[in-house]
């Protein structure tokens, strides 16, 4: 099993539409969490951190369910501009974060 | 304030060629990172170095070496490329293991 997993995608959304995608970990020691945002040909980038409970930065929520091990990623309204891979990134004890293989969303008109 | 900042963007090397991708960060990073992005793989960690000075291996360092110069720059080499090493290769600055990472912008890296 992977130490970090999340459903590949794609997720096509309308615009307005709301949609959540999911990442688990199978270190339960695991303590930080992160989404970052992956356009095509790009560099990640930060979107959020959840050290606890969890983050709201206007339409994006983050969630951390650490009985079941997943950390969820909340998207309100959704964007045209929205349209990206969503990596999930964790702590697992080494020191340096590891990542699951993203998440593709796909908004459309 | 660039960031992390990675040259060359592209390279197309033939096997058994080797080279340097090197790495540089002015944001006062103690921890830098390689990682590796392939198709439905992810982003897999090649080495790191938690310090100035320190240098250690992640999930798939063989072929593979790296130097931490200094506190600003964090290089890779490949000493023979071969195919399965054709890849997105992704230089990363952080605090710490259970921080957040900054990417720089990437280099493309195709071994015919």
């Known amino acids: 099993r992977k130490e970090v997993e999340q459903d590949p995608g794609p997720f096509n959304v309308p615009e307005g539409a709301t949609v959540a995608f999911n990442c688990t970990y199978s270190?339960?020691?695991?303590?930080?969490f992160f989404w970052y945002r992956q356009d095509c040909r790009k560099e990640p980038k930060l979107l959020m951190s959840?050290?606890?409970s969890g983050n709201e930065d206007g339409r994006f929520t983050a969630q951390l369910n650490r009985a079941s091990q997943y950390i969820s990623l909340l998207i309100r309204d959704s964007k045209l501009s929205d349209s990206a891979t969503y990596l999930c990134?964790?702590?697992?004890?080494?020191?340096?974060?590891?990542f699951g293989s993203g998440t593709r969303l796909q908004v459309q008109p | 304030n660039a960031g992390v900042t990675q040259t060359p963007k592209f390279q197309v090397l033939k096997t058994g060629q080797s080279m340097t991708l090197q790495c540089a960060q002015d944001?006062?990073?103690?921890?830098m990172y390689w990682y590796r992005q392939d198709p439905g793989m992810g982003l897999r960690l090649i080495y790191y170095?938690?310090?100035?000075?320190?240098?250690d291996k992640g999930e798939v360092p063989n072929g593979y070496n790296v130097s931490r110069l200094n506190k600003r720059e964090f290089s890779l080499r490949l000493e023979s490329a071969a195919p399965s090493q054709t890849s997105v290769y992704f230089c990363?600055?952080?605090?710490?293991?259970?921080?957040?990472?900054?990417f720089g912008q990437g280099t493309r890296l195709t071994v015919v």
């Open positions: 959840v050290y606890s």
């Open positions: 944001m006062n990073h103690n921890s």
């Open positions: 270190n339960s020691a695991s303590q930080s």
């Open positions: 170095s938690a310090s100035e000075g320190t240098t």
């Open positions: 990134g964790a702590d697992t004890g080494r020191r340096a974060l590891t």
């Open positions: 990363a600055g952080g605090q710490g293991g259970n921080t957040e990472a900054f």
